[in-house]
T-cell receptor, first 114, second 112 residues
Framework: DTGVSQNPRHKITKRGQNVTFRCDPISEHNRLYWYRQTLGQGPEFLTYFQNEAQLEKSRLLSDRFSAERPKGSFSTLEIQRTEQGDSAMYLC????????????FGEGSWLTVV | DAKTTQPNSMESNEEEPVHLPCNHSTISGTDYIHWYRQLPSQGPEYVIHGLTSNVNNRMASLAIAEDRKSSTLILHRATLRDAAVYYCILNLPQEYGNKLVFGAGTILRVKS
């Protein structure tokens, strides 16, 4: 296992710009999750995929956010028209689809909107 | 979502055992108990998980109460590298994508 890989690790952007984060899960993991974490808080669930199907989206995921996993492998999370409140760490995680199975997290992508 | 309750913070001396408690009184029969930890500026790291029986691995031990309404993560000899936020989480069932719902966790400080 090479682990869950996320890039870029850090992104500074101006308010109103679009940003995209990429996540490469552990190979053969068919579940992929996106979380967001702000300072001093635990990670908050955003969305998850089973293979290429996006099965759940949190209410935190506004219309400006879109996530894709086109071939059931890597995933992208795009934020359009960024706002300062979007500043956070965006975490990707993956697992096999078995109850109780371990979910592995990446190192996260830090977003700062100025 | 089934909730867990953890102390906000705990302190330990280096080389001593640490017992991190977690209450989950609303746990259902199929909920797994997971523990993750998070070091500053890193993603959460899996520590251990269990369903009913106590579990041991190279990182820690997990003691689960007989009624499953509480559990304790045991670090046998704390080191400075164990200073982190520890999250006790109930893994949601298959139909909810087995996703993890994080609380605030316990900040563990380790003194040398």
């Amino acid at each position: 296992d090479t682990g869950v890989s996320q890039n870029p690790r850090h992104k500074i952007t101006k308010r109103g710009q679009n940003v995209t984060f990429r996540c490469d899960p552990i190979s053969e993991h068919n579940r992929l999750y996106w979380y967001r974490q702000t300072l001093g808080q635990g990670p908050e669930f955003l969305t998850y995929f089973q293979n290429e199907a996006q099965l759940e989206k949190s209410r935190l995921l506004s219309d400006r956010f879109s996530a894709e996993r086109p071939k059931g492998s890597f995933s992208t999370l795009e934020i359009q028209r960024t706002e300062q409140g979007d500043s956070a760490m965006y975490l990707c995680a993956s697992s096999r689809d078995r109850t109780g199975n371990t979910i592995y997290f990446g190192e996260g992508s830090w977003l700062t909107v100025v | 979502d089934a909730k867990t309750t953890q102390p906000n913070s705990m302190e330990s001396n280096e080389e001593e055992p640490v017992h991190l408690p977690c209450n989950h009184s609303t746990i259902s029969g199929t909920d797994y108990i997971h523990w993750y930890r998070q070091l500053p500026s890193q993603g959460p790291e899996y520590v251990i998980h269990g369903l009913t029986s106590n579990v041991n691995n190279r990182m820690a031990s997990l003691a689960i109460a007989e009624d499953r309404k509480s559990s304790t993560l045991i670090l046998h000899r704390a080191t400075l590298r164990d200073a982190a936020v520890y999250y006790c989480i109930l893994n949601l069932p298959q139909e909810y994508g087995n996703k993890l719902v994080f609380g605030a966790g316990t900040i563990l400080r380790v003194k040398s």
